[in-house]
Every structure is written in C-alpha cells, then in structure tokens.
C-alpha cells in the first residue's frame, strides 16, 4: 500500500468519524431540546410530513421557542396540546381548506422587511406567489379551497392620518387572477349606494358558493360587517361594530370582535356572535380582550388566540355563550381545522 493511498484512507477515516460526531452532536442537541421544551412546560416539536388533505388534523403556526418556531406544524385536533409535526414552512399567519393553504411570509432584507403571500397545495408546495404591501395581518381560505384572502397593514395612505390603513386582497387559487383591494368593489351602505376616499376593508372570510364572502369596512370612524359578492363585484353594509369576521360551518352565523365601552383603550374588544337570520347578537363566555379573527372548530366552538408566554396561546368557547373558555394549546397561532 502505498504512502498516498494510506493517507487518503487516513482522510476518510477522519471525515467519516467528523460526521458521526456531528450527527451525535445535533441528535444530542435535539434531544437536550425536546427536554427543555418538556421541563419549561413547552410542546414538543419534531420534523416530519405535513398535509393539507385528510381530517381530524389541526395545523397552526408553531410560536414554540427552537428550531421550529414559526413553522406550520400539525397535531390531532383531539389532542391540541400533544406533539407536533413542524413542516418546515414559515409563515407569519395561516390558513387551509380543502387541500389549498395561504401562508404570509416575511423577507427579510439588509434593510427592512418586505412580505409576500404564498398559495399552497396540500402537500406544502408553492403554486402562486404574491407580494404584500405592508405587514400581513389576516389570511383565509373558502371552503372550496378555490379562493383566498389575506389583509396587510400599508402605510402612505393620504386621508389615514395617524390611524392605520389596510389592503384586503382575493385571489382564485385555480386560475391565480387577483383581485389586489376590495377598493375597488361597489359600496351599498343603508341600502344606499357609497363612496368614500376612507373606505378601509380587512378580515375577510368565505361562504361555501364560491361568491359570497363577509369582511369589515371601516369608514368615517365606525366599522360594519359587509356581504360581498365576488361576481356582481359589490359589498353591501349588515351590521355595525364588527371586525374580523368568521363565518360558521353552516353559513348562518358570524363570530367578530367588537368594541365595548366602558373597558381599556388597549384592549377594547370582546367575542361576539351574529346570527344572520335574527341579527342577534350573543357574547361567548370569553371575557379578555380577543385581538383575533376567530375561527370555527365546529359549529358549535369557536377557537382563538390570546398573549401568552410564547408570543400567543390558543383558547375555545362554545359560541352560544354557555360553558366558559379554555386553554387548548400554548404556544400557538393561526389554526386551521382540516375537515
């Protein structure tokens, strides 16, 4: 054997144990990981598969300090506070139906941060891309899985002042032609046909016909629940006082966030629950200050997020207003139930 053949072996040898050691480092690391999660009172968190398709699955944004933090992870809707399988995808906020997922992203760059919204197929892979003009802030799917939604805070908005501004952007997912602001829709407000240089719309959330959908306008200082229909390109007021809106499994009810008066500035909205037969209202026995668009677990229970140690913890409530609410899930974000 010769000097140079023994030397490459020597080179091997010494590669080969280099990568055993790492790999034993990195596994040790996870482990260490796994178990200080387990100690804080943290969720477990492990790569593996994430799917949009099948049932009984609930995927959320992982808030989880780690390795996984922000990723999309997936657990047993049965069991929100078991482990979790992270994706490996990032998003800042989420959401799924039928096969199809819109996730914002943030990109950053030596400067400052830009943002952009990704359509997904139910395996996770990219099939549209979409810049964001501003800080992405609400995102939903239809049931269909044929259309998605999401609402960015922009800024340079001339009549805004010191109050915020909003973009409300629709896409269909089959064909990727986009609808970049609501704006643009007609306005009939009290029966009456409005225009407004203020008009403001965010939250928006499907019905199953693949045209009806439900957001909030917000002009002259109040907000209102608007239908709009995707075809007639027209959205007209039902209600006042309601932001983020989530439509129920069965298209009869809206759950919101509404200003109360008489509670803090910094936290001046509690649950409520519209029926759209009666205009009835009822208050789910959710008493904090709820800054989210809830979504529906089932028909009967409505799931949200609220500040927790990790950034937000997700709590449900029955939406009539019996029971009271509970924490389902720390750590977490953006939840969406694969039905």
């Known amino acids: ?12 040898a010494v590669v080969v144990l280099a990568g055993v050691g790492l790999a034993a480092v990195l596994h040790a690391s996870a482990r260490a ?14 790569s593996g598969a994430v799917s949009l398709t099948g ?26 506070a078991g482990p979790r399988t992270a994706s490996g995808v990032k998003c800042l906020r989420f959401h799924a139906a039928s096969g199809t997922g819109v996730c914002l992203q943030a990109v950053h760059g030596p400067v400052s941060d ?32 044929h259309f998605a939604a999401w609402t960015a805070f922009v800024g340079g908005d001339s009549y805004a002042g010191t109050d915020f501004s909003t973009r409300a952007t629709i896409v269909d997912t089959r064909t990727g032609e986009l609808i970049p602001s609501l704006e643009a829709f ?12 203020d008009a403001n719309f965010w939250g928006v959330t499907f019905a199953s016909d693949d045209r009806t959908f439900y957001a909030t306008l ?3 200082g109040h907000t209102f629940l608007v239908r709009g229909d995707l075809r007639a390109r027209t959205v007209t007021t039902v209600h006042a006082n309601v932001e983020c809106p989530s439509l ?11 200003r109360v008066a008489g509670v803090s500035k910094d936290a001046p909205w509690r649950l409520y629950v519209l029926d759209l037969r009666t205009m009835r209202e009822t208050a789910p026995a959710e008493h904090r200050s709820v800054d989210d668009q809830a979504v529906w677990k089932d028909a009967r229970t409505l799931v949200y997020a609220l500040p927790g140690d990790y950034g937000a913890d997700l709590y449900e409530v029955p939406a009539d207003g019996s029971g009271r609410a509970r924490l389902i899930s720390r750590a977490a974000v953006s939840p969406a139930y694969l039905r």
């Open 248 to 258: 129920s499994p069965d298209g009869t009810r809206v759950a919101y966030k509404k």
């Open 55 to 80: 049932r009984g699955r609930m995927v959320f944004r992982n808030m989880a300090w780690g390795p996984h933090r922000d990723e999309l992870t997936a657990v047993p809707a049965s069991d929100p």
């Open 218 to 220: 917000a002009t002259e």
């Open 186 to 197: 007609r306005i009939v407000k009290d029966g009456r046909p409005y225009r407004a240089a």
């Open 114 to 145: 830009t943002y952009r919204a990704l359509i997904l197929d139910a395996r996770l892979k990219e099939t549209h891309r979409y810049d964001v003009p501003g800080i992405p802030s609400r995102a939903r799917v239809s049931p269909t899985g």
């Open 33 to 46: 990981e796994r178990r200080d999660q387990a100690q804080a009172g943290g969720p477990e968190v492990v």
């Open 1 to 12: 054997m010769t000097v140079r053949t023994r030397i490459l072996i020597l080179l091997s």
